[in-house]
């Protein structure tokens, strides 16, 4: 797994003393002692598998604490399996650590430690993987692979006019918890910081969608760029209305002082919650899943036959003219 020998340790025992308690002896892994790892789908299931890279400074800070670095990246990916309605079996990582990166041992024990705590969290496991280094920025890359009941998989393409828009929980949290942390707002609100650091995979609500929902999918790019793909996807449009966007109590407080950031809302991304529609009749159904789970699953808008996609404000503006949401390239 590791190709560059540390100051302090070999390729073999970096692998022994860090990520291998992480794979367990037994397991499809056979405790990072052979070349790849063997996975039998669970009796009845099939495999979802999804990747997420993410690149210091890019979506992360590069100043970040080790352990939060490790539990966003795997959180991110268990979120796409969240979408799809699956539940999570193991994951395989690729790290690759600046040459010039100080402390590497230490920084690699508190990586590590992230893992296991989200590991035993979210109960998943390491699979392998392949740890280099580079002349780059801190980079690293999770395959997270879960499982799911053959037909039951969520997908994004399948919304009809008419039907209601859905997220779960706050959005813009994590966004305004980067300005703090970029001390472009000050001083800092932990909650907002935390929601950046630490996404909540709606793996629990993925599964129980099934049956309700027409089209799901995560919000990591911001609800703006994100619900196009779902209206694409359907050949519709959206027309959703600001004033139903869920905000925290937080996020209201630090909106009301800073009104430039309200675009956050709906464009910031690094939400991570699931962004789903679904027929007009399942409002009753969702809402009591709502009640059940203890978590907010807000209707924002509807799904058109128009292309549109729109998000209005009181005075009738479409606040989405300029705003596409994260784009990558």
Not at 178 to 195: A, Q, V
Request: proline letters at 5%; a negative charge.
């Amino acid at each position: 797994m590791i190709r560059r020998k540390t100051i302090h340790e070999s390729e073999f025992d970096l692998i022994a003393h860090y990520f291998a308690p992480l794979a367990e002896k037994h397991s499809p892994a056979f405790g990072l002692t052979d070349d790849a790892a063997v996975l039998t789908p669970p009796e009845g299931q099939a495999l979802v598998f999804t990747k997420d890279a993410l690149v210091a400074d890019v979506h992360f800070l590069s100043h970040d604490p080790a352990h939060l670095i490790a539990q966003k990246a795997l959180r991110v990916n268990l979120s796409d399996l969240a979408a799809m309605g699956a539940s999570p079996i193991g994951y395989l990582l690729a790290l690759a650590l600046p040459q010039q990166m100080t402390a590497r041992e230490a920084w690699v024990k508190q990586f590590v430690r992230g893992l296991a705590e989200d590991q035993a969290l979210f109960g998943c496991r390491l699979l392998g993987g392949d740890t280099v280094s580079t002349t780059g920025p801190l980079t690293l890359s999770i395959t997270a692979v879960g499982a799911v009941t053959p037909g039951r998989a969520l997908r994004r393409n399948g919304a009809k006019a008419g039907d209601d828009i859905y997220v779960s929980g706050t959005l813009g949290d994590s966004a305004l918890g980067l300005k703090f942390l970029r001390h472009e707002i000050t001083p800092d609100n932990d909650y907002l910081i935390n929601r950046y650091h630490l996404p909540q995979p709606r793996l629990e609500l993925g599964q129980k969608l099934f049956g309700l929902v027409s089209a799901t999918m995560d919000i990591s790019d911001g609800l703006a760029g994100d619900i196009r793909h779902i209206c694409q996807l359907s050949g519709l449009g959206a027309s959703m209305k600001a004033e139903l966007l869920p905000v925290s109590s937080e996020a209201g407080k630090i909106l009301e002082s800073f009104p430039r950031y309200k675009k956050l809302i709906w464009n910031g991304g690094d939400d991570y919650e699931l962004l789903f529609t679904a027929p007009v009749q399942d409002r009753d159904q969702i809402q009591s899943l709502a009640r059940d789970m203890s978590l907010p699953l807000t209707r924002i808008g509807q799904m058109t036959a128009a292309p549109e996609i729109a998000i209005w404000n009181e005075t009738g503006d479409n606040l989405l003219s300029d705003d596409q949401g994260f784009r990558h390239f």
